[in-house]
């Protein structure tokens, strides 16, 4: 990653959807973006679709070029992470739409790459998205949820890159 790549973050929830983008060349990130759709509706059915386009709109605005998405993990309510990944799917299915490619990151790999470990409690994710990003703001937890799931991504897509660099230098690519 040479030049700078935009990438949204999505947090996924039933009731409230937080999203960061940024740009990043791979080292350094540049805060664009971030917030959080209040979801409404009594249905599912409803806040699902509403996730859709809310979400659709978003990459319209911003014009990322990829998509990263946390994945959906089972605590102990069954019913809550099922509705969970109902919404990371109707987020999914926007970025789809819109023809972005889609990284997917667990919750401790997100903490992990942002933090430097997997339980970090959701205040040090919001420092650490103000300290990293610049900002003169400490973003809401579900946008800087959406932040460090952007940054994830883009320290993935970094070393990706990196391997295959690593990999044609060495005259082994496929």
């Not at 969970?84 to 789809?96: D, M, P």
């Not at 400490?138 to 890159?161: F, R, S, W, Y």
Request: proline share 2%; aromatic share 6%; charged share 20%.
């Amino acid at each position: 990653m040479s030049e700078k790549t935009r990438i949204i973050g999505i947090d996924p929830g039933s009731r409230s959807t937080g999203f960061g983008v940024i740009d990043s060349d791979g080292l350094r990130h540049s805060y664009v973006a971030s917030g959080f759709i209040k979801i409404s509706g009594d249905e599912l059915s409803e806040r699902l679709g509403m996730i859709f386009h809310e979400i659709s709109l978003v990459i319209d605005k911003w014009q990322p070029q990829s998509m990263a998405v946390e994945q959906v993990f089972v605590n102990k309510n069954v019913d809550s992470a099922l509705k969970l990944g109902q919404a990371r799917g109707a987020a999914i299915c926007a970025g789809i739409n819109a023809k972005l490619g889609i990284g997917e990151y667990t919750p401790r790999a997100v903490k992990k790459a942002v933090v430097g470990h997997g339980a970090a409690e959701k205040q040090q994710i919001q420092q650490m998205m103000k300290i990293l990003l610049k900002l003169d703001f400490v973003p809401q937890t579900d946008e800087a949820d959406g932040l460090a799931i952007a940054l994830c991504h883009a320290n993935h897509m970094h070393v990706k890159t990196l391997a295959a660099v690593s990999r044609v230098r060495a005259g082994r690519w496929r």
